[in-house]
């Protein structure tokens, strides 16, 4: 993450909103010009809505309430 003062909740939901924004309306063109500071916002707006990071090459944790209807999927 960046160096900076953290973000308040509003910047950081803006900064996310506008990333979002950008791809929406222009598709990859869009995901092309995201800055380093949007994605982040939109990393920390996913953390703050309770996404759990998985470190590289982890297994992914099974923590939805939806767990064994999708493990009978998987199968």
């Given at each position: 993450?960046?160096?900076?003062?953290?973000?308040?909740?509003?910047?950081?939901?803006?900064?996310?909103?506008?990333?979002?924004?950008?791809?929406?309306?222009?598709?990859?063109?869009?995901?092309s010009?995201?800055?380093?500071?949007?994605?982040?916002?939109?990393?920390?707006?996913?953390?703050?809505?309770?996404?759990?990071?998985?470190?590289?090459?982890?297994?992914?944790?099974?923590?939805?309430?939806?767990?064994?209807?999708?493990?009978?999927?998987?199968?």
């Amino acid at each position: 993450m960046t160096d900076s003062a953290p973000w308040t909740e509003t910047a950081m939901l803006e900064a996310a909103a506008r990333a979002i924004g950008k791809i929406d309306a222009r598709g990859l063109v869009g995901l092309s010009r995201i800055t380093y500071a949007e994605i982040e916002a939109m990393a920390l707006t996913l953390v703050s809505l309770g996404v759990r990071p998985i470190p590289p090459g982890d297994d992914r944790p099974d923590h939805s309430s939806y767990a064994s209807v999708r493990k009978g999927a998987d199968q």
